[in-house]
T-cell receptor
């Protein structure tokens, strides 16, 4: 997981509380992604960013928001956590462009439990 | 129906066996095909990357893509206990900002 760090790695919270997960990269890659991984569903894209302040929705974006104020940081926020958001969240990065597109490097994951 | 289908396993094989992992897909726009390996409680790591149809070999691993059948495969020769992991297929269309669609993963166990 060199060059990409997720925090916190583990979090237990209660329904209705806000939660922010942080992804930090030292690779200066343009693209950053947030995925969630659940049994029977695999990895599903929540949101992604293609530059500072440029973000877009993935297939499971409801209940999540993101922000990217610096190249190196991509934040995922659950405004009011629900039990259905209990999951393992992965951040990924890629430089994009020819030869780099589609080659994602993943972080170690953040395990979130919403009680 | 999911865009990408993958048998979840688990698949258990003896050390030294040849392993075949497969995915089918429905979106004919997919052009980039990848296999990721994920060890327990770790992030996925890229194993193989293929563009369009054909074969690609890297050591004990061979990736095959058959776009006419919408079918991709990963073969592992001389499997080792260290190959025990979950294998995820992933694919994307051109111009999609690297938004990958993943299979659910196949869990592989290589026994001594």
């Amino acid at each position: 997981d060199a060059g990409i760090t997720q925090s916190p790695r583990h979090k237990v919270t209660e329904t209705g509380t806000p939660v922010t997960l942080r992804c930090h990269q030292t690779e200066n890659h343009r693209y950053m992604y947030w995925y969630r991984q659940d049994p029977g569903h695999g990895l599903r894209l929540i949101h992604y960013s293609y530059g500072v302040k440029d973000t877009d929705k993935g297939e499971v974006s409801d209940g999540y928001s993101v922000s990217r104020s610096k190249t190196e940081d991509f934040l995922l926020t659950l405004e009011s956590a629900t039990s259905s958001q209990t999951s393992v969240y992965f951040c990924a990065i890629t430089p994009g462009g020819r030869g780099g597109a589609n080659v994602l490097t993943f972080g170690a994951g953040s395990r979130l439990t919403v009680l | 129906q999911k865009e990408v289908e993958q048998d979840p396993g688990p698949l258990s094989v003896p050390e030294g066996a040849i392993v075949s992992l497969n995915c089918t897909y429905s979106n004919s726009a997919f052009q980039y095909f990848m296999w990721y390996r994920q060890y327990s409680r770790k992030g996925p790591e890229l194993l193989m990357y293929t563009y369009s149809s054909g074969n690609k070999e890297d050591g004990r691993f061979t990736a095959q893509v058959d776009k006419s059948s919408k079918y991709i495969s990963l073969f592992i020769r001389d499997s080792q206990p260290s190959d025990s992991a979950t294998y995820l297929c992933a694919m994307s269309a051109s111009g999609t900002a690297s938004k990958l669609t993943f299979g659910t993963g196949t869990r592989l166990q290589v026994t001594l």
